[in-house]
């Protein structure tokens, strides 16, 4: 039972209190408040505190949270602009998937792990986490640069690249891909993504100013606006891309239409509910690689390989828009955060995994989830470029 | 499992979807938009569609909801207004428990119910919710009359005698009652509301200025508005009322120091939660009295008398106020909502109720919050005077 309204109020406490004085801490020293609240996640979690133990509160709250960060950041993001970059952002994206997935890949084969295990270590260094990237650059109000644009609109590709990976991944464990499945479930994804990208914003441009005037419900327009969210994440998790592609193609639809106030109450919600995502993370610390001193080097090599590949990858593929833009998409493609954990539990739930690879996969997400911030800062703060 | 993002935006969309569509029926018949959420949880609650059962995120989001709805209406009322009608306002919730306890146990008794389970209905009859009372008053625009902030103070007293009549209530039915415990659960209970509301007030005015100048957090001010509000809730549930009340003190005591920005981002979280608290009561609903026609005579008189006893004893006593204030604070006090059904719930996990008799007192929380906000509306425009 964690639901009568004193525990919820004793894990909402704890919680908020817990990110925020991390949060707090870390901006006195200089690094994004983000990584406190991650931080804040795995003091208060189960392997160090142990006063917050993940559950439906803290699981239904951290994918609200997520959901309306991506919603909250899609309203600042126009769509034309985000179409007319996204063939760079697509070899970008590709780029950033194939290096990342064959140094996983090769490492853990070099390493002795079975070929399963090999090719899930390869799909989880794939996945980037755009919930961290976005909400740094949310708050360091860098949204509107070319270089956070492009950053979104190849997250978004990634997610789509990372679906098949893993779904392609997930066969071969099987012993066979079914190349048929393979090319429905792309053909699905990218037509849902293509399809509300292109029309969201003009059918949102005819449908709003009609709500506005005809409509008798108070605060009409952020209701429309909410509906929508949970609308297109739910046709998303449908379609097979995540949930959070659908709340950010939300937001982009409605971003040239609403009207100030449901920014402003939005900016309520995920001010509530984001902390709740970034502790979320937090909480699904695992000590595993701790315990064994070769699964720790494991570990130590796959972070640098997970944050290298995708320097590389993305950074190279980038270099052509200049070394600043180049860096700044480089660094903001690092972050594995959920979902590494996601493909983790996948590959855990299918029997296909150790606790100790888990263990592995979940460490390298958080390392580069809390790397990433403090380099973006850097990156978009132009210091690197001094 | 009910927490994958597909189920989470499932749920919201759905409960979303329904709450506004039947509110907007609602607002052109003329009915506050209230009744249609509440309507909206019936209607996909498990008796009529069966889209949705009550659920860990139902549940999180509906106590979340009424915590930021309480919150947020502790905002707008000043604690030495509230203070200052304390002792008018201890009156009629007094009169207004006496009453509804004493017709209920006598129509369960007349009727030949157990001794226990007329002592429960009685106990049901007494509790009020304020939670819709709040939202019907913040929705017209009127938290601002002498009615309204009698209402509130009355409601607030009302749930500290509710606390003590289950209290009482709970050991009668185990066969005796330890008029010590009750005593300590009285004086706890009092302290608390007494000393936040005499103090709090004045801490939050020493305290946010220097939060609001030494901060380096984002949004600084209403995390710490948000821990006050889940700090005090927790201390409320642990000091034996209602988290509600806590919410609401909290609002209180920051209502004279926070930023303008502060009222408008919880107003964000309220319009995205308060749907859910008001679909979570429909989603209640239990059609135990329609399967047996003596069942619904008792549930039909009984709701006359919930209505009248809380009519006559607020209204009576506060007769002195002038017929239109009476009017008004006596319409206020009828709903039961949540409250009600909370009291069925300790009686039926008991072992102490019949799912007959907790089928019917959650029919009459029903019916008396459906009741109510049409009522109010009328007694607030002033229509029954003209």
New interface residues.
Partial sequence: M?????D???S??VI??SA?VL??IC??VRLP?VVGEILAGIVVGPYVLGWITPN??T???S??GV?FLLFRVGLEVKSSELISLGGRAGFIAASGVVLPFASGWGIATLWGLSSVESIFIGAALVATSVGITAQVLA?GGWLDTRASKIILAAAVIDDVLGLLVLAAVSGLARGRVNYLDLALTAGLAIGFVVFVATFGTRAMGRLIPGVRSR??????E??LA??LL??L??LA??AGV???V?AFLAGMALSETVERRVH??????T??LTPFFLVGIGLHFDPAPFRDSSTLILAGVLCVAAVLSKFVGCGGAALQLGRRDAMRIAVGMIPRGEVGVVVAQVGLSGGMLTAGIYGTIVFISLVTTVLAPPLLRIAFRGRANA
């Fill in positions: 964690h639901d009568s309204p004193a919820i109020a004793f909402m406490l908020f209190v925020k949060s707090e901006e006195r408040g439906p509160v699981t239904v709250l994918e609200l959901m708050a409509m008798k419900l108070a605060e009409s952020f209701a909410l509906i949970f609308a994440s739910l998790a449908q995540a949930a959070i659908g402003v109450l939005t900016e309520g919600v001010a509530l």
